[in-house]
């Protein structure tokens, strides 16, 4: 018997939120395939198709075993028939036809590169590609007015794509804790995102801030943002108030996913001296370490859904409100949890997923 052929008696549950995913996993040839069809999906504005792609890619990575034939597959949830297809080709061929056509498509490559200036979304990308702007470089000779977000992201281009070290998110966090502190003196700051996930780089850092005493974050983000910009710590910044809708009972229950903290999306620069494995050994005077920063600032009742909220990752997240609305006909979002009409305290995560009647993942096993 060929190692690992039981796999799929091993009963592996349907919604990732129910799965613990390592960050690290034994199907990468597998997983990147289904994740560069993911991508095009996506970027072609085929959410549905994208969201497949993305469910059959979790499945793999929350195997105990690599992969070897496709008749370990029997019996597993979440694979369509055109992922089954796909990674049938892989583990035969070792390629996709269909992911190596991808790869090298002049559109998928141009709306990557576009797509990958701050700022602009596949809608803007698209309509770009179809005038024949394929990369940062036409765009910038196209004399297209741009926001001052897409500005920004086309200045920063080459600093912003390189991936984001752990230690410069630390770095960047002891910025952070000190600019709210001098603000707020007792506010709680919270590295959350991919590297709470334990990712060791990432395309952004993200901090989740809260004050115990409620209320007194309200207005919070301007005062920090006053205070990084004295410090010259900021290359763009674009802040957002926040927007509860408050019912009675609790937090209002969500219209869409979108939510409603005071924000701030923006653009640090890092001094390259801060941090020790800086990946731009060049002349340091010359030197921007540019890195996108994104803060949330929640009041300490809601920090627990907002902390599940957007720790991700996104699919994982994804999921656990499929599992509420399906599964137990609940809502959840980054505010609250309702079950029908009543509002569900939580304090922590773990209180959260006793309230779904789901076993407790932990941060580091929610990389879906
Ligand atoms: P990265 O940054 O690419 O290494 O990976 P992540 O997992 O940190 O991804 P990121 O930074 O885009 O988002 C972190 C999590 O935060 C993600 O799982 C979903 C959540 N999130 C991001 N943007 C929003 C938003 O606008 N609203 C809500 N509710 N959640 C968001
Ligand atoms: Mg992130």
Redesign the pocket.
């Known amino acids: 018997q060929k190692p690992g052929l039981e796999l799929a008696v091993v009963s592996v549950p349907s919604y990732a939120c129910q799965r613990h995913t390592p960050l690290l996993h034994h199907n990468i040839t597998l997983t990147d395939a289904l994740s560069i069809l993911a991508e095009n999906a996506e970027l072609g504005e085929n959410e549905g198709r994208g969201v497949a792609f993305r469910r059959a890619a979790a499945l793999l990575k929350s195997l105990p075993q690599e992969v070897r034939g496709a008749e370990q597959l029997r019996g597993l949830p979440c694979l369509g028939e055109h992922s089954l297809r796909v990674i049938k080709e892989v583990l035969e061929d070792g390629v996709s036809l269909e992911v190596e056509t991808t790869t090298h498509s002049e559109q998928f490559k141009a709306m990557k590169a576009l797509t990958g200036i701050f700022g602009v979304g596949a809608k803007t990308a698209d309509r770009w590609f179809r005038e024949g702007i394929h990369t940062p470089s036409d765009l910038q000779r196209s004399g297209h007015t741009l926001n001052r977000a897409q500005r920004a992201g086309l200045q920063y281009y080459d600093e912003l794509n390189l991936p ?1 070290t752990k230690s410069e998110a630390v770095a960047i966090g002891q910025i952070v804790e000190r600019a709210v502190h001098a603000v707020l003196p007792g506010a709680e700051i919270t590295l ?4 709470r ?1 334990g ?1 060791q ?6 901090f989740l801030i809260t004050h115990p005493d409620e209320g007194r974050e309200e207005g919070l983000m301007p005062k920090v943002v006053s205070w990084l910009e004295a410090q010259g710590f900021l290359l763009y910044q674009k802040t957002t108030g926040n927007s509860y809708l408050e019912s009675k009972e609790g937090p209002a229950r969500p219209a869409s ?3 409603r903290f005071e924000r701030c999306f923006s653009i640090f620069r890092l001094n390259p001296h801060t941090h020790s494995d800086s990946p731009h050994p060049l002349p340091q005077t010359l030197v921007v370490v540019a890195v996108r920063v ?1 803060l949330v600032v929640s009041p300490y009742s809601q920090f627990a859904f907002a902390l599940l ?6 699919l ?2 994804r999921e656990l409100r499929r599992w509420a609305v399906h599964e137990k006909a609940m809502t959840l ?2 505010h609250a949890l309702y079950d029908r009409k009543r509002y569900l305290r939580a304090s922590s995560e773990e209180e959260i997923f006793a309230h779904l009647g789901l076993e407790y993942i932990p941060p580091c096993d929610r990389n879906a």
Not at 309 to 314: A, D, L, P, R, V
Request: hydrophobic share 25%.
């Open positions: 984001v959350i995102g991919g590297f996930r990712k780089t990432g395309h952004d850092v993200d996913n979108m939510d994104d909220g957007w720790t991700g990752s996104k994982f997240e979002s980054s």
